[in-house]
């Protein structure tokens, strides 16, 4: 399968081709055909399969052989994102693969100052990228015209609804015309994604290219089992030792993001931390500086990392495990992208047990242990549950400060259903890390 038997126009065929596109990815084959069709769609695809040239290729190509209504340039398209990194990702795709085609785009996130945004959007726009809140922004301010939307793409669809999206989802529905081609993207397809689909899809083709629910196929998988405290100090351990030059790490908050980066940097490894709490500019310059190699360990909330696309990132480490297990597959999915090699590291305390559980249930995958020497978990730590700053109530988790509580643990018997068993096995997909560390367990 060639871009050209998908029956694109030489103007994308080319954007495509100098951007070293030689054949289309799965999710490109299936989904440009019916695109072109003008058909609804509801795509499953995780993360760095492609989606992003899948929709904005044909997307592109539709704006150009419909003819606008007549009068003043119009948003015809729009794309609904859930963060602010992944708005100005796929603008860029946008820019790359129309920049033969005389379309104007722009991207309205919020973080940044309203206003250039206004200007660009008054000069004249047809495609729209947006987060949902600061294009409510500008719909508020009448800054903004969506009755004349052709085609809508939700992206990410999931992640909208678990950041709380779907009630400016639904004002932003009620701005457009009824008759358009909506697509709708999404990792995961939980009931509510489908409920969402069933109210704005008409007849959708469904495709899906990866297995749902499933962990990115080529990345290999490890867990090292290790109590809390130890962990920053095996952090620099396997990131020096193994030589990493670039390292997304992932924490549960803010805070804690902050903080590891501070010790990080203590420890004389170049880091930066990347969370919502940071201003927009300070997220655009940490991730440039990660991206051109002058920052080598990028430490991220979820929601920070959403959408960010480094090409052949090595390395993911799970600092912490996510609350919700989908995350896992969010977070794996940044290593091993278009083709390429990948490693998730997770490091695990006891606390954590249930959290993994509930992950290795998901993935349907048991994720070979790795005790590394003089890293060993502590048996007789009783496991504490796990807070999560001011999201705790909204996740149900009822006890306060995680310090605390670490400074009152109770020494006690390893419980039988320990999720480590003091085991170091290197079945599966562990690569040159279990062998060689599973002898020191
Ligand atoms: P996405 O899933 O859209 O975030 O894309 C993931 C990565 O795959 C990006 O770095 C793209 O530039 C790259 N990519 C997209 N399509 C192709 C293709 N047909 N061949 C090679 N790489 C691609």
Known sequence: M???????????LRAASEKGYRTPTPIQSQAIPPILDGRDLMGGAQTGTGKTAGFTLPLLQRLMSSKPEKGRRAIRALVLTPTRELAAQVTESVRVYGKYLPLRSAAVFGGVSINPQIKKLRDGVDIL???????????????????RVEILVLDEADRMLDMGFIHDIRKVMKLLPKKKQTLLFSATFSNDIKRLADNLLHKPDLIEVAQRNTAAERVTQVVHPVDSKKKRKLLSLLIGSGNWKQVLVFARTKRNCDRLALALIKDGLNAAAIHGGKSQGARTKALANFKSGNVRILVATDIAARGLDISQLPHVVNYELPHVPEDYIHRIGRTGRAGHEGEAVSLVCIDEAKLLKDIERLIKIEIPKVIIENFEPDPTIKAQPITMGRNQQRLGVKNSSRNKQSSSRKKQRPSPSSPYKG??????RTGNRSRQHSSHA
């Open 2 to 12: 060639s871009f050209e038997s998908l029956g694109l126009r030489t103007e994308l």
């Open 129 to 147: 990228v947006a987060t949902p809140g600061r294009l409510l922004d500008h719909v508020s301010q009448t800054t903004i015209d969506l009755s």
């Open 423 to 428: 085991r170091s096995n290197n079945q599966g």
